[in-house]
């Protein structure tokens, strides 16, 4: 996400709205009144989630990554910890100037509902791994036998013609294919950022589907460059069915299915 400001002063409105920030150093609190929300210029930022006297790492953020931006949006209190994991200068920016870029750019709006989304996420799988804790310490007096083993990963994947590198599916129902975004930080769980050097594969570019035993390739909405099935290009936002063997072409990138 770029800032776009203008600055009364005549300065650097960019040195004018930063800060820098030690390893280790609070950039703020849970439950802190906040007015302001961050775009990472350097460094790295840990969110941190206190539950029950506990801390827990929800992620770790980067260069072009933004947080704090719930407290513009909601008013509320900060709702986790927002610490510096190594010396990070961020940019500062307030409500006046979040209204300001988000009618210059509405594109922004769009980026923050994918990173809810993700941080949603991101929740959720830390609600499961507390709730999977209590279950496991409710089942520590049962024979190992009686306790469900979790699946293996899937072996299915895409291998790219050109360079042989294989891209494994994920073991849900669906699996991501694009290219990482460090602005939103949108990471497809098929990410083919180190093959596609022309960049024709868009951020979110399309999906494969797991139904059944069966698994279908959808392009998503926006999508630029198109999405191939044996050189036929498929509609967007319909599901096409793969069968081991198939080329599959996103953007300039062609890969074959490999089902085992």
Known sequence: MKAVFKSTSGKDPVKENSATFGTGERIFEQGDLGTEMYIILDGAVDIIKHIGG???????????????????LEAAPRTADA???????????????????????????????????????????????LVGREVDA??????????????????????DVATGTAFFLSGGDET???????????????????????????????KIIHAG???HVL????????????????P????????????VKIGLIAMKTVFE
């Not at 510096?84 to 980026?111: C, H, K, T, W, Y």
């Not at 990482?180 to 979110?204: C, E, K, Q, Y």
């Not at 909405?221 to 050189?231: A, F, R």
């Not at 967007?236 to 080329?247: C, I, S």
Request: charged share 30%; aromatic share 4%.
């Open 83 to 129: 610490v510096a994991a190594s010396e990070s200068r961020v940019l500062l920016i307030n409500g006046s100037q979040f209204d300001d870029m988000l009618r210059r750019n509405p594109e922004i709006a769009v980026r923050i509902i994918r990173k809810y989304s993700k941080r949603l996420r991101e929740a959720n799988a830390l609600l499961e791994r």
């Open 138 to 159: 409710d089942h520590a007096g049962l024979d190992a036998t009686q306790i469900s083993q979790p699946e293996k990963a899937t072996r299915h994947r895409l291998v």
């Open 236 to 247: 967007t936002g319909v599901p096409v069915t793969l069968h081991n063997g198939d080329l």
């Open 213 to 215: 035993d069966d698994y």
């Open 219 to 234: 392009e998503e909405v926006g999508t630029v460059n198109g999405t191939y099935v044996n050189d036929q290009r498929i």
């Open 176 to 206: 991501t294919i694009g290219r990482a975004d460090p602005v939103t930080g949108i990471l497809p769980d098929v990410d083919l950022t180190p093959v596609d050097t022309n960049r024709s594969v868009s951020r979110r570019h399309a």
């Open 54 to 72: 506990e801390s827990h790492l929800l992620s770790r953020l980067e260069k072009g990554d933004f947080f704090g931006e719930m407290a513009l």
